[in-house]
C-alpha cells in the first residue's frame, strides 16, 4: 500500500525557520502533481504550495508567498517544504500530497487524492 510519511514538525518561536520532508513508501504509483496543505483548528484545510511532479513552476499559497520555499524530486517522490520567518498564524498540522488524475499544480485539496498523515507545526514564543 502506497503511503506518504512527513516528518519535520515541532515547536519553534516566532521568526524562526524550519523544514518539512515528505517521502513515499510502499511501491510505485503515477502522479502528476506534489503539494502541501495545513489545517488549524476549526479551520479549513488551506492551500500551502504545489509543484508538477516533473518540476517547473511552483504556485504558493498568499499567506506564505515569500516566506516559504517548496522543492520537490518526482522521480524520488520526495517532498520537501522550507519555511522561513514562521508567524505564530503558521501554527497548523501540515500535510503532503499527490494528485494521481489532475495535470498540473492544483490549489484544490479534492484533486489531491494520496495524503500524509500530517505534522504538527506550532508556532509560540
Known amino acids: 500500500q502506497v503511503q506518504l510519511v512527513e516528518s519535520g514538525g515541532g515547536l519553534v518561536q516566532p521568526g524562526e525557520s524550519m523544514r518539512l520532508s515528505c517521502a513515499h513508501s510502499g511501491g510505485a504509483i503515477r502522479y502528476y502533481a506534489m503539494g502541501w496543505f495545513r489545517q488549524a483548528p476549526g479551520k479549513e484545510r488551506e492551500f500551502v504550495a504545489a509543484m508538477p511532479w516533473s518540476g517547473g513552476d511552483i504556485v504558493y499559497g498568499d499567506s506564505v508567498k515569500g516566506r516559504f520555499t517548496m522543492s520537490g524530486d518526482g522521480f524520488k517522490m520526495t517532498i520537501g517544504l522550507q519555511m522561513y520567518n514562521l508567524k505564530p498564524e503558521d501554527t497548523a498540522v501540515y500535510y503532503c500530497?499527490?494528485?494521481?488524475?489532475?495535470?498540473?499544480?492544483?490549489?484544490?485539496?479534492?484533486?489531491?487524492?494520496?495524503w500524509g498523515q500530517g505534522t504538527q507545526v506550532t508556532v509560540s514564543a
Open positions: 500530497a499527490v494528485a494521481t488524475k489532475v495535470y498540473g499544480p492544483s490549489r484544490f485539496v479534492d484533486d489531491y487524492d494520496l
